[in-house]
């Protein structure tokens, strides 16, 4: 009854109410309801804007890919290839190496070869690949044991059917791997291993690399060698006279028009069905909005942190734990130095077009564009020249005196080794150094240089800002390296992205030099066409395991070291942010380690800080390695706190570990051997233990190096 009393007292209100009044608010409401669904109804932002600017040629060619066949079996018949390369690559690595393997093979033997991503074919199509074929795996082993994400298809059919059949199938494998981290070469070891159970035959033992100690190239070339060997002896291959010959075509095109050319965009990697797809935004350039030096004044270092802004970005959205990439430019004089010492300098801007000779070839330079965009933007002239390399430029050598140079450093290991350890060898240089007297290198191709000079790849840094507390605005910490070549020599090797950053910032604040006394590199910062100016950089997100838990009130330990602070700043905003809105925020432990307090404690104010807010919730755990006689690192602290450590991690915790691979490796030494301790556990249990925590999450690192 009193409600029907209510619905009829406001009726008669509504009566009482202008006709006016009432077209008014239902007009308001009206408006009210479609700005609530403004963003998801309407005004959305077009995911395929980008579409507007991609040039014509590149969207046929799309289409054109996604017709061909993901059978590997029948696409080796299509192409009358004997021998595929697939390349399971997370950083670029592994591809470059399956494609210089490539080209060696068809060099040395007349052998018909093929370099394929493992995710542009089905992997149960390699079943059904000929007794009469080989297929070659080149496999990294990312993170901390984990398949690339073009890898994710065969390892998932590898380790998870139980009906294959692989009694046909021919093949040899060669892992990259890094000693420092735990599963050292495991995804290799993982791959073969199931092949061989499923009763595929290998040609040769397995081939690992081990970048631990820098020996990847000189590992991969022994293996090269023990196949090349196995070829003959076992498959009847016949070795022939290797003079170089071109599996890519590169003409001048006056016809072309700056619209027509690649300049220096970022040509974003076609990732095929990978995982890689969902896993990246688009590449955008972003406004550089804050940029600090975060090491004391004091210090002949520099660590960056810059801000960038993602509001103009819609579609490019970011998640705290992520990692951004930064694509940089090579320095102008590295650039200078190679046009000059190939007699290319009025040359640099004629447009170029490039394609393969062979339509099954695969090459990352994009085409047309000019020399000038490759040697600034898009091949890694600052890298080191292998010593195959060396050993292949002395087919071009403009003198005799040139040839018995490079042919000295390339066929000797130690006088290649020696010589690397007193100079920072990029292609440039070593041209210069073998050629003398200004003497120009005429006769060597530009087709061999986009084929052998490895494509310049992004840089991955930690994203060091929450999501949660600043939406719109990205930030990253990075260490600017700048290492001494030999204590004999004045000669330093440079990061080429971080002080690419170094050389932006400076730019925006109009300062001189990068340290006292040091002078950095010059870059071209307003990017191709002018699409950087203002203090941009091409930038893309990705997307990351390493995460918080969904409940606030979880425990975390975090350790880290130098850089490695990056993502716990963002894990503690976060945390503070949803502590100020009245969620229960669970125990925390930051252990961090640098050289000494005053210097490069990052972040030292902003912790102290945050410390204080979370009112007992947060221990800062310090190792300070260079202010005592004996040096302390941050896996010295664990240990000593090792109960507390082993009571958090027992009570759920997660442990979190980021930074340099040593380090972490360390660390989890002193964690396992707390947790075996205190546990009394056989190193079978602590094992498993282990393995479960990361298979469930409760173990995450994120490290590199």
């Known amino acids: 009854m009193s409600n029907y009393v209510s619905y009829s007292h406001a009726f008669e209100l509504l009566r009482e109410i202008p006709i006016d009044d009432v077209a008014f608010l239902g007009a308001a409401a009206a408006a009210f309801a479609v700005y609530l669904v403004k963003g998801t109804l309407w005004n959305k932002p077009d995911p395929y804007h980008r579409t507007w600017f991609e040039r014509p040629q590149e969207q046929d060619s799309a289409r054109n890919l996604n017709k061909e066949t993901r059978d590997i079996a029948q696409k080796l018949e299509e192409i009358n290839k004997d021998i595929v390369v697939f390349f399971g690559s997370q950083s670029g690595t592994a ?71 692989l009694t046909n199938l021919r093949y040899v494998a060669f892992g990259l791997g890094n000693r420092n981290y735990k599963y050292y070469n495991r995804v290799v070891d993982v791959v073969t291993d199931a092949l061989s159970k499923a009763g595929a035959r290998a040609l040769l ?44 075509s590169v003409i001048e095109d006056d016809s072309l028009t700056p619209i027509d050319l690649h300049l220096g ?43 960038f802004d993602l509001s103009g970005f819609p579609e490019v959205k970011y998640k705290t734990g992520d990692h951004m990439a930064i694509y940089p430019s090579n320095p102008e004089e590295e650039v200078s130095r190679l046009l000059k ?63 018995n140079f490079l042919h000295h450093l390339g066929s000797s290991k130690e006088a290649y080794s020696d010589h690397i350890l ?24 530009v087709t061999f240089l986009v084929e052998t000079i490895p494509p310049l790849r992004p840089r991955y840094y930690s994203i060091s800002s929450s999501s949660v507390v600043q939406a719109r605005h990205v930030s990253i910490t990075a260490i600017v390296d700048s290492k001494q070549v030999h204590a004999d020599s004045p000669e330093r090797i440079l990061g080429l992205t971080s002080n690419y950053l170094l050389a932006l910032k400076h730019a925006v604040q109009q300062e001189e030099t990068a340290s006292p006394g040091i002078s950095g590199p010059t870059y071209t910062l307003d990017g191709p066409n002018g699409l950087l100016e203002g203090g941009k950089v091409f930038a893309q997100i990705r997307r990351s395991k390493f995460k918080l838990p969904l409940i606030a009130s979880h425990p975390i330990v975090m350790v880290a070291a130098g850089t490695g602070i990056a993502p716990f700043r963002a894990f503690l905003q976060e945390r503070a942010r ?12 930051l252990f961090f380690g640098c050289r000494r307090s005053n210097e490069d404690y990052l972040y030292r104010k902003e912790l102290d800080e945050i410390h204080g807010s979370f009112n007992g919730k947060l221990e800062i755990i ?65 094992k498993a233990w282990c393995e479960r925590a990361k298979r469930i999450n409760r173990w995450q690192e994120d490290v590199w190096g």
């Open 422 to 445: 007193r100079n920072h060898v990029t292609i440039g240089k070593l041209l210069e150094q073998a050629g003398q007297c200004n003497n120009i290198w005429k006769s060597l191709p």
């Open 265 to 307: 965009e970022p040509i974003e990697a076609r990732h095929s069905r990978s995982k890689s797809s969902v896993l990246e935004s688009s590449v955008s350039a972003l406004p550089l909005v804050k940029a600090e030096e975060l090491f004391a004044s004091s210090s002949q270092r520099n660590c960056l942190h810059m801000e």
């Open 205 to 248: 033992p397995t081939g690992r690399a081990d970048d631990s100690i820098g020996g990847t190239e000189e590992d991969f070339m022994e293996w090269r060698d023990s196949l090349c060997h196995a070829l003959q002896r076992d498959l009847g291959y016949e070795q022939k006279e290797s003079a170089y010959e071109p599996t890519i």
């Open 622 to 686: 310090t190792a300070f390695s260079r202010e005592q006689e004996m040096k302390i690192y941050v896996q010295d602290r664990v240990e000593e706190h090792a109960e507390k450590v082993v009571g958090m991690l027992q009570t759920d915790a997660i442990l979190y570990i980021c930074g340099a691979a040593a380090m972490a490796r360390e660390v989890s030494k002193k964690v396992g051997e707390a947790m075996k301790r205190s546990n009394r556990w056989d190193d079978g249990q602590l």
């Open 341 to 403: 010492v190939l007699g290319l300098e009025d040359r640099k801007e004629i447009p170029l077009s490039i394609s393969a000779l062979d339509p099954a070839t695969k090459f990352s330079a994009p085409s047309p564009t000019t020399l000038q965009a490759l040697f600034q933007h898009y091949l890694e002239i600052c890298a080191p020249v292998s010593r195959d390399t060396v050993n292949s430029l002395c087919q071009f050598a403009p003198t005799a005196e040139a040839k």
């Open 95 to 165: 591809e470059g190496f399956a494609n210089r393997l490539a080209r060696e093979l068809q060099l040395r033997f007349g052998a018909n070869t093929f370099t394929a991503d493992l995710s542009d074919f089905d992997a149960d199509s390699i079943a059904r690949v000929s007794s009469s074929k080989l297929v070659i795996f080149i496999l990294s082993t990312f993170g901390e044991g984990d398949p690339s994400d073009n890898t994710a298809d065969l390892w998932e059919w590898l380790t998870k059917s139980t009906l294959v059949d």
């Open 578 to 589: 949803l502590q100020s809105m009245g969620r229960e925020i669970g125990q925390m432990m």
